[in-house]
């Protein structure tokens, strides 16, 4: 498309240039593309465009900032706000892509990914965008839900690659950015809401209300709510005049914990549930919830429930092993977490290594030691992320939701860390390596370096 015309109703300009592609991220900048420079969160878009030029973009668009640069640039005021506009022009299929959209604070990559894979199990080719990155793209997420020139664009390549569905996790920032403007949300699903970012929205309540804005969106046909959270009538609340689907574990007729997960009634089929956790249970009742919407018989899916395979990094066993790998990162999580660890494996005692990330909400850090120290028989502390904090800093906010009688270790160094956990664990004991799951990378103030809590504990068992 010509530059010229993709403009046409924003503002006239006599530059005639061909364009591939829009980005906003300098990381998915490709050859050919436009780049749409803006104010981030910590720097401005037009600081990266030597980086963008390098990667070949061939024009830029920019607000109110004056640059001067070897490619040309068109300065248009409030830019942000005509970035819907954009993207409809350009990704025009993208709109066409009928979208299950998950929700919540915890169980989103969870929910997804199960929903993604019942789908393809019964014949239907889809995409799954989140946290884990972006499938059948070949390209990782930055973000649980990607700003909303990535999403047309994926979407608009789904559509092209005759894929007509996708499934979504939906973030609050993504939802307070407009990021999923003008998309096709057919399904909206909410999972649960405890503490989070609240160092983004400042408010239990702002969250809360963030989160409740998909509900209400005109194009959602279905809404899937977990009635067992404690913000269920609230979102039921804000779902008025859509069907609405409810799922609760008392869905099922039966549940027995085993140690490998659940063995379930539900209906009349009697079936095991192969990982552990009784949120997990819920996150299947989601999907199943989901995928029957969306016109599959139950007869059909719930013969597929006991093939499902849990995403990486949640609540992922380590093999023949009693440690685990999982994302929990809030206080919510961490609970929920340990507590499964202690009901699957009553007889063992509890090892957890964690630490917080750094430039987030720090009132979540006291309260996770709280809970880990109530919980858990032995704390190993350790980094996170600690972006641009002083990690002692991040620890120390941690230590003081923890009494001072309780021993615990404190070992900076998370490869260290892990790997001490690993080598020393003992008879009848369980680890859990919690807070960054599937991740791969580790971020500090000057770098970044490469780093896998699942390759660290496998690495720690082959060498003892």
């Known amino acids: 498309m010509n530059i010229a015309q993709l403009l046409a109703n924003i503002v006239q300009t006599k530059i005639d240039i061909e364009i591939k592609g829009l980005c906003l991220n300098t990381q998915n900048a490709q050859p050919g593309d436009l780049f749409i420079a803006l104010q981030g969160a910590s720097a401005h878009g037009a600081d990266y465009i030597n980086q963008v030029i390098d990667k070949g973009c061939v024009a830029i668009l920019v607000d109110s900032k004056e640059i001067e640069c070897a490619i040309p640039s068109i300065r248009i005021d409030n830019l942000s706000q005509y970035l819907q506009t954009l993207a409809s022009a350009f990704y025009s299929n993208a709109t066409k892509v009928n979208i299950t959209g998950i929700t919540g604070t915890n169980g989103k990559t969870s929910v997804s990914y199960f929903i993604s894979q019942l789908l393809t199990k019964l014949g239907v080719k889809n995409g799954l965008i989140g946290t884990l990155g972006i499938a059948h793209n070949e390209q990782p997420s930055f973000n649980t839900t990607p700003d909303i020139l990535t999403l047309y664009r994926v979407l608009n390549d789904y559509y092209q690659n005759d894929i007509k569905y996708a499934v979504l996790e939906i973030s609050s920032h993504a939802l307070a950015q407009d990021r999923i403007a003008g998309l096709t949300i057919k399904q909206a699903i909410f999972t649960n809401l405890t503490q989070d970012h609240l160092d983004y929205h400042h408010t239990l309540d702002e969250y809360q209300a963030t989160k409740q804005k998909l509900f209400a969106l005109d194009c959602v046909e279905f809404v899937i709510l977990n009635q067992d959270d404690s913000y269920y009538k609230h979102f039921l609340n804000a779902a008025k005049g859509k069907k609405q689907i409810s799922y609760s574990l008392s869905d099922f007729d039966s549940v027995k914990i085993t140690e490998q997960g659940f063995l379930v009634r539900l209906d009349h089929y009697v ?15 989601a999907a199943l919830s989901s995928v029957e919407a969306l016109g599959f ?3 059909d899916i719930i013969p597929l429930l006991y093939q499902l395979s849990p995403p990486p990094g949640r609540m992922q066993k380590i093999a023949s092993h009693f440690a685990w790998i999982d994302y929990a990162h809030t206080p919510d999580a961490i609970e929920n977490a340990i507590t499964t660890l202690q009901k699957h494996h009553p007889d063992f005692k509890i090892r957890i290594v964690f630490g917080c990330g750094g430039n987030r909400d720090k009132d979540k850090r006291a309260k996770m030691g709280k809970i880990a120290s109530k919980l ?11 972006r641009f904090e002083d990690p002692k800093t991040i620890i120390n906010d941690i230590l003081s939701g923890i009494d001072d009688s309780y021993e615990l270790d404190i070992i900076e160094d998370r490869q260290i860390a892990i790997e001490t956990a690993m080598t020393t664990l003992k008879e009848n004991e369980c ?12 971020q500090f103030s000057d770098k970044k370096i490469h780093l896998n809590d699942l390759k660290i504990a496998q690495n720690s068992i082959k060498a003892t």
């Not at 079936?271 to 009742?285: A, W």
């Open 271 to 285: 079936f095991e549930i192969p990982f552990l956790g009784t949120f997990n249970l819920l996150n299947v009742l």
């Open 297 to 299: 018989k139950r007869d």
């Open 376 to 386: 858990a028989d032995t704390i190993i502390l350790t980094n996170d992320n600690p």
């Open 431 to 442: 680890i859990l390596i919690a807070g960054k799951g599937h991740e791969t990378i580790q």
